[in-house]
């Protein structure tokens, strides 16, 4: 009795949004679907599009399909790199690295949207990210990554520090798995960022694979 009790209480509660899910690298005409199985899972809080060397009119084109989606679902659709067409394209915000021009401008361009910036493991990159009004601040990579494995690595100090001295929202990047992602959380992380668990796992499929993070 007791334990049915529970149960119909925690259906009650509303599930913590904790993933930020980024996308493969190449995008073919099965993943839309596997994208919608994925989101009607409700735990995924944004949702990246992150491909290089694209034109702008693919871009477009694939941005286009993918809002429909993220729009049920009510997910919020960040764009990489590309802030000068985050209008255009009607997606929620940017999300930018390092070497991917001005964030002055970017925050400029990017009025009453989201921008999101990638700090590595530094404190002092953190500090100006702040400065420059991210409205989020991201760390990583943290394991070895598949989707960028030349990527600088981070430890769980930055996450120590940014949970003291950082108000804005941490996000976890680089090699995350239903594990080793627990104790990320334990250190500050609000949200973490997955793609090739999702995406390229050789054992489970992408909507079975999102319900290991709770």
Known sequence: ?????????????????????ISPNKINQS?????????????????????KNISQKKLIKISGKIKKITT??????????????TSKIKADGCHMGQLDGSFKIARKKLKGKILG???????????????????????????????????????????KWAKKNIKKPIVVVGGINNINYKKLKRAGA?????????????KLKPEIAIKKFK
């Open 1 to 21: 009795m007791v334990g049915r009790f529970r149960k119909r209480i925690c259906s009650l509660i509303p599930l913590k949004r904790l993933v930020y899910l």
């Open 31 to 51: 993943f839309y679907s596997s994208l919608d199985k994925v989101l009607s899972l409700k735990n995924v809080k944004f949702f990246q599009l992150r491909l």
């Open 72 to 85: 049920k679902h009510k997910v919020k659709f960040i764009i990489n790199d590309y802030f000068i067409l």
């Open 117 to 159: 910036i990638t700090c590595h493991n530094s404190e002092m990159l953190a500090i100006k990210a702040i400065a420059n009004k991210a409205d989020y601040i991201a760390f990583g990579s943290f394991f070895k990554s598949r989707l960028k494995p030349s990527a600088k690595k981070a430890n769980l100090d930055i996450l």
């Open 190 to 202: 609000k949200y973490i960022a997955l793609s090739s668990y999702i995406w390229d796992n050789p």
